[in-house]
Structure formats: C-alpha cells, structure tokens
C-alpha cells in the first residue's frame, strides 16, 4: 500500500494537522462580493513548516470555488511570466477564438504584451485589462487568485511592480485576491522595504510548529485512514521524534510506513528506524539551507548556543563570542529571533528553537567544519526527546 505521508517540500500531506484557523482565513478571502482583510494573505514561518502545503490548499479552494489561478515563485522574472504566459493562457482557456502570438513583453507601460493574430491583427492588452477581461469572461462566478511562493527581499522591486499594479484592482473593487508565503526571516527584511506597502497590509498568518496533540494526529490520522495500526507507544515516539516540525511528520511517517510495508502495524523499530534516517537528513534539507542566509556572526552566536544541552544565558554567549560588547551581542540575539531561529527562555536566556539543530552545530564544530550554511525551524516546549539512537 502507498505511503500517505508526502516528505519533500511543497507536497500537500492528505491530512493538514493543526492549520484549521489558517484555512478558515484562506476561505474567507475567496467569498465573491466581499472584500475582507484575508483577501491579501501573507504567510510566514520557518522553513519546513508547511507555507507552500498552505499555498498549494488555498489554490485548490479557490478552484473549488470557480476562481481562476494564477501561481508563481517570487524568482526573477515572475511578473514577466505573469503577463506573458499565466493571463494569456487563463484567456485563451476562458475565450476560445483564434491562436494567437506573443510577440514582446514590456514591463515598463503597466506590464503589457504585444500580441498578433493570424489575420494580421495587433493588440497591446496590459496586466490590468487582462485581469479585468479575464474577471468579466468568469461573469460572478469566482474572481483571479495570484499566489506568490518564496516572498523575499530578493525581490523587492519587482514584488514592487506587482503591488502597484494589483492595488489600482483592488480599489476599483475587482474579484481579486492574494495569498503570498515565505520563510520568516526573510520576509521580515522585505517588509522594511519602502515598496511593500501593499505586504504589510495583507493579513499575517504565521504558520508554526504542532502542538504534542496535532502531532500525534498527524502521524494517527493517516495511518489509520490508510487500514494500519500503531501502537499508543509507537505514536508517542514518533511525536517527540518529530517534535511538532511537519517536515519531519511526513519524512519520518514515510520512512517508517515504508519499513515493514506488509505488517499491519507499524511498529517501534519501524518508527525508530523513520526517526535515524530522517533526522540525517535535516541537515542537507534544512540546516544547511537555513544557515545558507545568516553572516559570520550570526552563526558564532548560535555555536556559542550550541555548547549548552539547553537554554544559554546571554551573558556566556557574549563571553563565548570573545567578551564582546552587550550590545553587539544583543544585536545578533535580535536578529537569531526574528529569523525563528532562536527563542526567548527567560529573562536572560535563550534558546535554539529549530529541531536537532544543537546537534548539527556540534558535529560541525566536532569536524572543524566551517560553518557558513545554516537555517532554523522552531521546537516547541513540551516534545522530551525521543530515546537516544545511537
């Protein structure tokens, strides 16, 4: 039987734990004729966490709901390929005529395409006038749903580009909406940016870790809707082996599944077995990414972190870092928080909040590793750790 766990980023698992208060926003900016905040979303969190699953249900709501969609990557070139293939292809779909040939795309006149027809014919239709033609063709049906995955500062000005020209459709009341994700840290620094007016005022929805419980019933759910078992014992290790992180529900849900797929139940040395082989993985999957992002500094503060089993007084990070300045430390502690990395533990201390990252670093400086790629994912309080693999 296949496995019901889906690892692997951007894959939408059969059964979203703990994500009902940010589905029921998702919903609610998809009702035709009414503008509520939630028409602009803007999703945030760690990575791993789930925001493109989040993404990938809004677009399958929307679609239920008789909108069109358009979905893209904040990489270079999106609004290009907004106005040159997505609109182009939602019309041609809507309004079925002759084929036509793009013959230019111009970004600076209101994002707009050169199209020709076989019969000699010219048109100049812009990113506005398509969305309004395409919003017209759909005649109260739904409305035009832009999804927009990986936001950062990266790609500032031409999120920019974008906003401007969204926004002029939202004051003229259009059938529109928005539903953006990217990884917390990032999106914070894009929010400071003079030109994300238009993100700020989107509604936050901040995508976390599970709860002990929503864990538990995202690795129970699936097995059992699937015709397998696990003992109460086996859905507790799997729970504080995952600890709340839904990139690692799914991989070490999948890896167990797949350990003695013919057995109906799934078994402790199944979930152990899930558990050693997805936590090797966190590191080319999620730390080394996570940490990719972050300045030499940034990462001596979190080695210094590393030394401790549990939370670090600030005072011994800023010693460990080569007695530096309080301030200078504070500066790199506020920047750790806002990335997710790290969390408050009482006055004077923090700690690391991402899954089996303390681990990582040590290994790294057991190797004399130079640590220069990393990234973070939140661990909340109350997962003990799982039995020690060896």
Known sequence: MDSPFRPGFGKSPPFLAGRTDALIQLQSGLEVG?????????MTGLRGVGKT???????DLAAEAGWQVVSETASRG???????????????????????????VSLASLGSISVEYPDGRTETPTFRGMVK?????????????????????????????FAGEYQHLVREDAEVAFMGAGVQGEVKGLLADSSST????????????????QTISAFQ??????GRAASDATLEYLARAAQGYPFLVQSIGDIAWRATPDAREISLIDAETGHRKARRSMGAFIHEPALSGLSRVDRSYLAAMARDDGPSRSEDIRVRMGNVEPGYASMYRARLLAAGLIQEAGYGYVDIK?????????????????LDRIDGLSLDAGFPPPPALD
């Open 34 to 42: 009414q503008w509520p905040q939630e028409r602009g979303i803007l």
């Open 53 to 59: 699953v989040m993404l990938n249900h809004g677009e």
């Open 78 to 104: 999106f609004f290009e390929r907004i106005v040159g293939v997505h609109l182009p292809q939602i019309l041609q779909r809507l309004r079925p005529g002759p084929a036509f040939r793009i013959t230019g």
């Open 133 to 161: 033609q395409i919003l017209d063709l759909q005649a109260g049906r739904g409305g035009l749903l832009f999804t927009l995955d990986e936001v950062s500062s990266a790609s500032a000005a031409e999120i920019g580009v």
């Open 198 to 213: 238009f993100l700020r005022r989107c509604a936050h929805v901040t995508i976390g870790m599970l709860s002990y419980e």
């Open 221 to 226: 759910k699936p097995i059992v809707e699937h």
């Open 354 to 370: 991402f899954p089996y990252l303390r681990e990582y670093l040590r290994n790294l400086i057991a190797a004399n590793a130079r």
